[in-house]
């Protein structure tokens, strides 16, 4: 079951109906969100459930032994202890292949054979959100951070909170727990506000992400020597609109579910192809994972505090680990590498940067947007033979298009909706439009999502 999907349009009424008979009951709440959010996931494949429920328990129990306890080594075990199942259950269901393959060749190398199994098992959905939301939880009891939850119920939902269960915003347990603990208010504009958003992400996933998927993303880098460099550059622009608008697509609409449940998510996307450099960009896409892997990890390995050198080792790690984050695949890991490296340099930059006029401000603007356009195409080509062929498609300037019209249109509609402040596309524009008016347009949006998505497409990141 998907946001754009029919399946959810019945769903989520039933939802917020039950819920609204209860949710002044803290415990009967919480109890019917937790039985939800695990229906809501069951739709995929009911099995794996059981993953997010193990994962659950483990750091659950983890946690109470580590608040329990005084003794640094009692508590940095529990907390290996954390780290070793979480990450091990994602290295077998994630990663398994990609390893085996890797090894296989290594030894190759050496004139050796060696034939290693092959993981048959499908990739749970959203494994590494919950994963990554769960361990942050553990982290930040063994820092001392936060208290200990005792409430296993509240602790299971924060884990499984279905809006953002299978692709984000990545929730820390500072921020939503508190929630769960206060008598809960949905406020009429706390929820025409979230139904809006939803309707906004709706309309980036479906009339901008998978128009663009459709009529040139996939096509162009399913075949890059049979068009010209003019639709391989239209191909990188759509490909960077398509991937902005499905996934913050997505983050709306969780963020917007959520909303009219009463509660808030941290907002994911500001606008990130106005960054001005690469450390700008970082903070304003998915932002939930950059700030993870920031204070989990590059903190963790001691951040800038080692001097220059030892500062662009532990990004160049952060980064190529934040790569394999994504997905089992070089192509991830080089796409983490690469941003590594722009990071570092971005860093130097930095130390010398003026206040820059509007002319300046625009010229990083751009320059920064086509270094994130090389970065998706990494990202997206899998094949490196294709990537050649794109890269030297590129180069040869050819002109001609064999593109439907309307690509440019829709890439542009994409740029103004990104350009345009924010103030003046936001949800409050949704909101201060009469009452029949605002269900003429949602009605309106809803029939276009019909006529686009018959086949219901899965939102990019679910593969993550």
Not at 26 to 48: C, K
């Amino acid at each position: 079951m998907i946001f754009n999907s029919l399946e959810f349009v019945l769903f989520f009424p039933l939802v917020l109906l039950l819920f609204s008979a209860v949710y002044q009951r803290e415990r009967t709440r919480d109890l019917l969100l937790l039985v939800i959010s695990y229906l809501f996931y069951m739709a995929w494949y009911w099995e794996y459930a059981g993953l997010i429920a193990f994962s659950t328990f483990v750091d659950y129990f983890v946690a109470r032994r580590i608040g329990a306890s005084e003794d640094p080594r009692q508590r940095k075990f529990w907390l290996i202890v954390s780290l070793f199942v979480n990450l091990g259950v994602l290295a077998v269901f994630k990663y398994f292949n990609f390893f085996a393959e890797v090894s296989v060749n290594l030894i190759d190398v050496f004139g050796w054979q060696l034939n290693l199994p092959r993981s048959e098992l499908l990739l749970p959905v959203g494994i590494s959100f919950y994963t990554f939301q769960s361990l942050s939880y553990t982290i930040d009891v063994y820092r001392r951070q936060i208290p200990v939850e005792h409430n296993f119920s509240k602790f299971a939902l924060y884990v499984s909170f279905f809006p953002q269960l299978v692709a984000g915003p990545i929730v820390r347990a500072a921020d939503f727990l508190p929630q769960l603990r206060r008598p809960l208010q949905v406020t009429r504009a706390q929820f025409d506000g979230g139904l809006a958003l939803m309707f906004i992400g709706l309309f980036k996933k479906v009339i901008i992400a998978d128009t663009l998927g459709v009529l040139a993303v996939d096509a162009v880098f399913a075949n890059p020597s049979q068009y010209s460099s003019v639709d391989l550059l239209l191909g990188i622009y759509a490909y960077a609109f398509q991937i902005y608008g499905d996934f913050s697509g997505y983050s709306d609409m969780a963020i917007g579910a959520a909303a009219m449940l009463g509660f808030t998510l941290p907002l994911n996307f500001n606008r990130p192809y106005l960054a001005q450099n690469i450390r700008d960009f970082w903070t304003r896409w998915h932002i939930s994972l950059s700030s993870w892997l920031k204070d989990y990890l590059y903190i963790s390995l001691g951040g800038n505090r080692g001097g220059k050198w030892l500062t662009m080792r532990n990004l160049m790690i952060t980064m190529l680990l934040g790569g394999l984050w994504h997905g089992a695949a070089l192509n991830f890991i080089l796409w983490g590498g690469y941003h590594g490296v722009l990071l570092a340099f971005s860093r130097q930059q930095d130390r010398h940067a003026e206040v820059g006029s509007f002319w300046r401000t625009w010229r990083n603007r751009i320059i920064t947007f086509h270094l994130v356009c090389f970065g998706w195409l990494m990202f997206r080509i899998s094949d490196w033979s294709h990537f050649v062929d794109y890269l030297q498609g590129l180069a040869a300037l050819t002109g001609g298009s064999q593109l439907h019209h309307y690509v440019p249109l829709v890439i542009l509609l994409a740029a103004v909706m990104h350009v345009l402040p924010k103030a003046r596309i936001d949800a409050d524009i949704l909101t201060r439009l009469p009452r029949w008016t605002q269900a003429g347009v949602y009605s309106l949006l809803l029939l276009l999502a019909v006529g686009f998505t018959l086949d219901a497409p899965a939102f990019i990141y679910f593969q993550f």
